[in-house]
Nanobody
Framework: QVQLVESGGGLVQPGGSLRLSCAASGITFSAYTMGWYRQAPGKRRELVAQVTTVGSTNYADSVKGRFTISRDKAKYTVYLQMNSLRSEGTAVYYC??????????WGQGTQVTVSS
């Protein structure tokens, strides 16, 4: 059974940094594209960043140059380093594992609040 456990969320001031982690289990990690999505109150869930099985990355335009996604194959973990955070970054951040056949699995989410 796929299990994704996020950690690292919290309260941060505008301009600050956070690093989110997502530990995966129950999957063949190398067969999955890993990603981070976020959902702000009253808004649809949106893609933040993805890293493919071969290490290619994709970012939402709003986070390019500020966020970095990476994966550790030995630890079955994906990270999202978030720098220069803005208030519009306040959301629940979800880890996603997408199998190459198109099946999605989700974590429970971790709250990120950007506020002074």
């Amino acid at each position: 059974q796929v299990q994704l456990v996020e950690s690292g969320g919290g309260l941060v001031q505008p301009g600050g940094s956070l690093r989110l982690s997502c530990a995966a289990s129950g999957i063949t990690f190398s067969a999955y594209t890993m990603g981070w999505y976020r959902q702000a109150p009253g808004k649809r869930r949106e893609l933040v960043a993805q890293v493919t099985t071969v290490g290619s990355t994709n970012y939402a335009d709003s986070v390019k140059g500020r966020f970095t996604i990476s994966r550790d194959k030995a630890k079955y973990t994906v990270y999202l380093q978030m720098n220069s955070l803005r208030s519009e970054g306040t959301a629940v951040y979800y880890c996603n594992a997408r199998h190459y056949l198109g099946v999605d699995s989700w974590g429970q989410g971790t709250q990120v609040t950007v506020s002074s």
